[in-house]
């Protein structure tokens, strides 16, 4: 078995053609990317074991009063405003997608957090937020800094706490990307961030970073209004 591994890995290498080869095998990856994912959520029994290794709900939580108020923007199935809660913050988590907020309601009832169903441009709150959270979702914005400043406009926050996926990551994303394979962690990423391509849109949307610090391949900052 092992020569025949051995073999066909040489084969593989050796005699066809380099692109083919390479473009192949990322295509292979991502797929293997997809299945790791999936089972890792029922490893976790339906919680992503990266938010327990990747210990970023810390960086947030760290970072809000127990009195302020918190909007969490995409809160998807509700893991991260849960954890922000138990600060004794007042939390509110906003997603677009009814079957993660199902999920969020059915899992987490901490008397801090409200889980609303709609766009955060389209619904009208009571009053303003303290902290707006975004946890891998900017991302998913095709206009960003123009979305920033109109949620800024609306909620009026006084800071800032985003999480974005680097592109700088790895080697092999800028690999893949040359070789028209895709390269995103998630193909409904409008982009993956530079250092430099971040600090520009959060200028462009209005907003100073006050800190940053990258961690796990990502981008972790706080931001305030100008």
């Known amino acids: 078995m092992k020569k ?19 473009r192949s095998l990322f295509k292979l990856d991502q797929y293997l990317y997809y299945l790791q994912q999936q089972a890792s959520l029922r490893y976790g029994d339906g919680v992503h074991p990266k938010h327990r290794l990747l210990n970023y709900h810390q960086f947030f939580c760290g970072r809000i009063s127990a009195d302020e ?68 979702v900017l991302e998913h914005i095709e206009h960003r800094p123009e979305f920033l400043r109109r949620v800024t406009q609306s909620v009026k926050p006084k800071r800032w706490l985003i ?40 200028a462009a949307a209005n907003l100073e970073i006050t800190h940053i610090e990258i961690r796990w391949g990502e981008i972790w900052s706080e931001l305030r209004p100008k």
Request: charged share 25%.
């Open 4 to 22: 025949l591994i051995l073999a066909t890995t040489s084969f593989i290498l050796d005699i066809l053609p380099a692109r083919w080869t390479i």
């Open 69 to 136: 108020s918190v909007l969490d923007i995409g809160c998807g199935y509700g893991a991260l405003a849960n954890s922000i809660g138990k600060t004794g913050a007042s939390v509110t988590g906003i997603d677009y997608n009814e079957k993660s907020l199902a999920k969020a309601r059915e899992t987490f009832s901490h008397p801090n957090v409200t889980f609303l169903f709609g766009d955060v441009l389209q619904t009208d709150f009571d009053d303003p937020f303290d902290v707006v959270v975004m946890s891998n």
């Open 163 to 202: 999480r974005v996926p680097l592109f700088e990551r790895d080697w092999r994303v800028p690999l893949k990307k040359e070789l028209g394979v895709e390269y995103r962690l998630d193909p409904t990423h409008f982009i993956e961030y530079t250092q430099e391509i971040f600090a520009e849109e959060m």
